[in-house]
């Protein structure tokens, strides 16, 4: 089976393929892309994170994206941020 048309594992409750994911992402549709990358953030294995998304935009998106994720997942990427942009603490 082609890759593009498998279901990302960080989206086994709804019919989204690679495709899809990819295709939300590169969209103009904020409340998508912020679900889609905050799907991502909380459920997606290291390696998958960063074959769809950068440091930049999460980044760029944190504010928003913060809002939308579970408390102890938040947490988590808030202080990886941090620490990402200011070194340990």
């Known amino acids: 089976m082609d890759e593009k048309r498998e279901r990302p594992d960080f ?15 590169r969209g103009e549709n904020e409340f998508e892309k912020l679900w889609v990358m905050a799907r991502i953030l909380e459920s997606a294995r290291w390696s998958d994170i960063w074959r769809y998304l950068t440091l930049a935009e999460i980044r760029h998106y944190w504010p928003q994206l913060s809002r939308r994720m579970r408390h102890e997942v938040r947490e988590v990427w808030g202080w990886a941020l941090e620490v990402w942009a200011h070194g340990s603490t």
């Open 11 to 25: 989206i086994w409750d709804y019919d989204l393929t690679e495709e899809d994911v990819r295709a939300i992402l």
